[in-house]
């Protein structure tokens, strides 16, 4: 069973930065990883993605201020948020796709690490 831990999470202050990571567990092969969001009363929204070669896509509202990276030998990704403002007080998920043999790709997701941006 391949299980993701995210880390990082916590209290900033707007303006201030966090970084994020989430680690999957296991002699994997992921394809790619990523993350979402869900702030309080609202849908989950997708945030970032990176491929294992390193291709990324961030959503527009991430766009200059967050950059996501990755380090395939760990299987772990990383949110790096900068500038932070308030509406970016969320659960941040994070997902891993997964590639085993004879299977089709499967997405696993991390339990959420809670980022509060408040002064």
């Known amino acids: 069973q391949v299980q993701l831990v995210e880390s990082g999470g916590g209290l900033v202050q707007p303006g201030g930065s966090l970084r994020l990571s989430c680690a999957a567990s296991?002699?994997?092969?992921?394809?790619?990883m990523g993350w979402y969001r869900q702030a309080p009363g609202k849908e989950r929204e997708w945030v970032a993605s990176?491929?294992?070669?390193?291709?990324?896509n961030l959503a527009e509202s991430a766009k200059g201020r967050i950059t996501i990276f990755i380090d395939i030998a760990k299987n772990t990704e990383y949110l790096q948020m900068n500038s932070l403002k308030p509406e970016d007080t969320a659960i941040y998920y994070c997902?891993?796709?997964?590639?085993?043999?004879?299977?089709?790709?499967?997405?696993?997701w991390g339990k959420g690490t809670l980022v509060t941006v408040s002064s």
């Open positions: 997902y891993a796709e997964v590639v085993r043999s004879s299977r089709p790709i499967t997405t696993y």
């Open positions: 296991g002699s994997i092969f992921i394809n790619a």
């Open positions: 990176i491929s294992r070669g390193g291709s990324i």
